[in-house]
């Protein structure tokens, strides 16, 4: 997301809303091969339940930071004015995401979902092909498409989901 130049990087300075970064982690401390092959899982059953299933929208790009995973999803930019909405797809996304990861107990133990990074309007996120200082393991990412969401669409497509759709009848 982009911010008015030259004042710095604090959500009051944001201009435009750019992308929705889910933030997934893995902290616990595991041989790197269990820690990709446990990524992978994920990412195969992120694919096979949700995205196949058109649950959620394909993301753009997959981003394994060395500790973890980012999902990545391009947006139309937009005005920063439209944070209530960019809020509540970090909060529907999170919410399917977490289901998944309840349905995947061998999953939900290690992973977490980092929503106070993927919130935050003005925040940086690790660089593809750079370095993870505490695993010490190079980054890598895979685009799956250049397509980009527009937010409000993005906000009703994600409503029709039966875990966003209980969260919201129960609110």
């Known amino acids: ?81 439209l944070a209530f909405v960019y809020r509540d797809l970090i909060r529907y996304f999170a919410l399917i995401i977490k289901q998944l990861l309840t349905d995947h107990p061998e999953l939900e133990q290690y992973i977490d979902i980092d929503t106070d990074s993927s919130k935050r309007l003005s925040g940086l996120f690790r660089l593809v092909n750079t370095y993870n200082s505490h695993t010490g393991l190079k980054t890598n990412f895979e685009i799956l498409h250049d397509s980009h969401y527009d937010i409000n669409e993005l906000k009703t497509s994600l409503e029709a989901n039966d875990v966003v759709a209980a969260y919201l009848e129960g609110k």
Request: aromatic letters at 12%.
């Open 1 to 81: 997301n982009t911010v008015i130049n030259g004042i710095g990087r604090k959500n009051s300075h944001c201009f435009s809303l750019c992308n929705i970064v889910m933030d997934l982690d893995m902290h616990a401390k595991m041989h790197e091969y269990d820690r990709h092959e446990m990524i992978n899982e994920f990412v195969w059953y992120f694919e096979r339940d949700l995205v196949s299933a058109g649950l959620v929208p394909p993301p753009n790009m997959y981003h394994y930071t060395g500790r973890g995973l980012q999902i990545w999803w391009s947006l139309q930019e937009t005005s920063a004015k």
